[in-house]
C-alpha cells in the first residue's frame, strides 16, 4: 500500500536539492562547504583579534572598511574580467590567493607579534581578492545548472551552504580561539581553500554556457551601468541591496563589543551569537530553495527587509543572552531571505552577456556599500554607544523599506515580460494549479 505522506514527503526533498542533479554543482557545493566553515572561523577570530590588541570599536570598522572598500574601487574592472575572461581559472586563482593570505596571517599569529597595521593590510589584500573573486562566482553559478528554472534552487541551496557554514563555523572558532588563540583558526581556513581548489580543477562546465558571457568583445563596464540602471528591476534591487548593506550588514563588525559589553561575554558567546544568527538565515535560504519558480520573489522583498530591521531594532535593546541569539536569529532570517531573493530576482532576469558586470555592481552595492557602513557604524558607537547605533541601522533599513515598497508595483510590472519570455510565469501558473487541485482533493 503506498504512502501518500511519504510520496509527498519525497517530492519536497527533490524539489528542494533539484539543482543536485548537476554533476558540476555537485563539485562546487561540496568543495565551498568546507571552504566556507573556515572563512567564518577567520570571520570570527579576525574581529576578536582587532578588539583583544585595540579594545577600539573604530579600529574594528577601519579593519572592515579594508577588506570590503576595493569591491567598490575596483568594480569597473572585475565585472568586465568576469565577462571576459574564464570564469573558473578566475576563481582558481582568487581562491589560491585567498589561501595565501590566511596562511600569512596564521603566521603571524602564531610566530610573530601581530600590530593593527598588518592586521589591516592583510584586509586589504583580501578585500581585493573579493572583489574579483564575487562578480565571478556569482555568474559561475548559471554555468553550473543547464535549465534556468533550477537557477532560483542553485542560488538558494548556495545561501543554505553559506549560513550553514556560519551557523558552524563561529561556533568552532569561539571554542579554538578560548582554547588555543586565533592563530588556528586562520591556519585552519588556510587548508580549507585546497577543498575548493580541486572541486574547481575537477569541474567541467558544458561549451554551450560558456560562449557568450566570455566573448572578448562584451562590451564595458559603463555599458553594463547603463543596462543595469535603465531596467527598473535590477536598478531598485541593487539599491535596496546599497541600503541594507550600508545601513544594515555594520552591525557584524559591532558583535565583539555588543558581546563583551552588553552580554559582559567573551569569544564563545560571540561564537555561539554568531551561530545563532547563521541558524535564522539558513532557514531563510532553505525556505527559498524549496521554492519551485523566481516569478513574483520580488514580492517579497519588502517582508524579508522589514523582519531584518524590527530584529535589528529589538536586538540592540537585548541584554539577556538567550533573547539576543533569537533575535538576531530572526534578523538573519530576514536579511539572508531578501539577499537570497533579490540575488535570484537580478540573476533569472539580466542578459547573459552582461551578467558579470551586473553581478559586479550586485557585489559593489552588497559588500561595497559595506565599509562606509562600518566606518559610520564604528563611529557612532564611539560616541552614542554600541546598543544605539545597531538600533538606529534598525531603523534605517525599515525606512529604506518603505521606500521599495512605494516602487514595488513598477518592478514587478517591468519583471513580468522577462518572466512570460522565459516561460516561467507558466511554471508558476502550474505550480499554484497544483497545489490549488491538492487543496481540493484534501
Request: glycine letters at 10%; a positive charge.
Amino acid at each position: 500500500m503506498n504512502d501518500p505522506g511519504r510520496h509527498s514527503r519525497a517530492s519536497t526533498l527533490d524539489l528542494t536539492l533539484r539543482a543536485f542533479k548537476y554533476r558540476n554543482y555537485r563539485l562546487f557545493f561540496g568543495g565551498q562547504c568546507i571552504s566556507l566553515v573556515g572563512t567564518w572561523m577567520q570571520m570570527v577570530a579576525l574581529s576578536w583579534l582587532v578588539y583583544r590588541l585595540t579594545g577600539s570599536t573604530v579600529l574594528l570598522g577601519v579593519t572592515g572598511f579594508a577588506n570590503q572598500i576595493p569591491s567598490l574601487l575596483l568594480a569597473p574592472f572585475t565585472g568586465v574580467a568576469a565577462d571576459r575572461f574564464d570564469r573558473r581559472k578566475i576563481l582558481l586563482f582568487t581562491q589560491a590567493l585567498a589561501m595565501t593570505q590566511a596562511l600569512a596571517l596564521a603566521l603571524l599569529v602564531l610566530y610573530g607579534s601581530p600590530q593593527i597595521w598588518q592586521i589591516i593590510s592583510l584586509a586589504v589584500m583580501l578585500g581585493v581578492v573579493n572583489a574579483f573573486d564575487m562578480p565571478a562566482r556569482q555568474a559561475f553559478v548559471i554555468e553550473l545548472v543547464e535549465k534556468k528554472e533550477d537557477l532560483p534552487n542553485a542560488i538558494a541551496l548556495n545561501s543554505s551552504m553559506f549560513n550553514s557554514a556560519r551557523l558552524v563555523g563561529p561556533s568552532i572558532a569561539g571554542l579554538l580561539i578560548a582554547a588555543f588563540g586565533e592563530g588556528i583558526c586562520f591556519l585552519l581556513n588556510a587548508l580549507s581553500y585546497l577543498v575548493v581548489i580541486a572541486a574547481l580543477l575537477a569541474i567541467r562546465p558544458p561549451r554551450s554556457r560558456r560562449g557568450a558571457a566570455q566573448k572578448k568583445d562584451a562590451g564595458g563596464f559603463i555599458e553594463g551601468l547603463w543596462y543595469a540602471f535603465s531596467y527598473a528591476p535590477i536598478r531598485y534591487i541593487i539599491m535596496m541591496m546599497a541600503a541594507g548593506s550600508l545601513l544594515g550588514m555594520p552591525y557584524t563588525v559591532l558583535m565583539p563589543a555588543y558581546v563583551k559589553e552588553i552580554l559582559h561575554g567573551g569569544p564563545e558567546t560571540l561564537g555561539f551569537l554568531m551561530a545563532s544568527a547563521g541558524c535564522g538565515a539558513l532557514l531563510g535560504a532553505l525556505r527559498l530553495a524549496g521554492r519551485r519558480y523566481p516569478a513574483g520573489l520580488e514580492r517579497g522583498i519588502p517582508l524579508f527587509t522589514g523582519i531584518f530591521g524590527c530584529g535589528l531594532l529589538a536586538f540592540s535593546f537585548s541584554t539577556v543572552f538567550a533573547l539576543s541569539a533569537v533575535l538576531i536569529a530572526a534578523a538573519s532570517f530576514g536579511m539572508i531571505s531578501f539577499m537570497a531573493s533579490a540575488n535570484t530576482v537580478v540573476q533569472t532576469l539580466v542578459d547573459d552577456d552582461k551578467r558579470g558586470r551586473v553581478m559586479s555592481l550586485y557585489g559593489v552595492a552588497f559588500m561595497g556599500m559595506a565599509p562606509f557602513g562600518s566606518l559610520l557604524a564604528g563611529w557612532a558607537a564611539s560616541r552614542l554607544g554600541v546598543a544605539y547605533t545597531i538600533a538606529l541601522s534598525g531603523a534605517l533599513v525599515l525606512a529604506a523599506t518603505a521606500f521599495f515598497i512605494s516602487r514595488l508595483d513598477r518592478i514587478t510590472a517591468h519583471a513580468a515580460p522577462v518572466y512570460s519570455r522565459l516561460g516561467l510565469l507558466e511554471i508558476a501558473a502550474e505550480d499554484i494549479r497544483e497545489a490549488s487541485d491538492a487543496g481540493r482533493t484534501l
